[in-house]
Nanobody, 126 residues
């Protein structure tokens, strides 16, 4: 069974940075996708970024392009989300999710992912 554990959330001032980690285990294949999602109170869960374990190809939500960077360490089976220039609207619970196969057009769709972490809170406030 795939298990995902997020860490690295916290309180940061606007303009600050945080790095989230997603430690993954239990994959039965070396080919999988990891997605980062977030959900703010009263809002739907939305895709933020995704990365392929095979070729490292990435996807970003438009509002985070140039500020967030997703990366992977296949040796450690960990995916990172570096978040810079954080804005109050980035505040949410952030989740990592995994799937073995996903169409490129669906990487931002939560229902395309079978496995989920427990989430980590990111608060952006002065």
């Amino acid at each position: 069974q795939v298990q995902l554990v997020e860490s690295g959330g916290g309180l940061v001032q606007p303009g600050g940075s945080l790095r989230l980690s997603c430690a993954a285990s239990g994959f039965t294949s070396d080919e999988y996708f990891i997605g980062w999602f977030r959900q703010a109170p009263g809002k739907e869960r939305e895709g933020v970024s995704a990365i392929s374990s095979v070729d490292g190809s990435t996807w970003y939500r438009g509002s985070v392009k140039g500020r967030f960077t997703v990366s992977r360490d296949n040796v450690k089976s960990t995916v990172y989300l570096q978040m810079d220039s954080l804005k109050p609207e980035d505040a949410a619970v952030y989740y990592c999710a995994a799937t073995y196969r996903v169409l490129s057009s669906l990487v931002d769709i939560a229902t395309a992912y079978e496995f989920w972490g427990q989430g980590t809170q990111v608060t952006v406030s002065s």
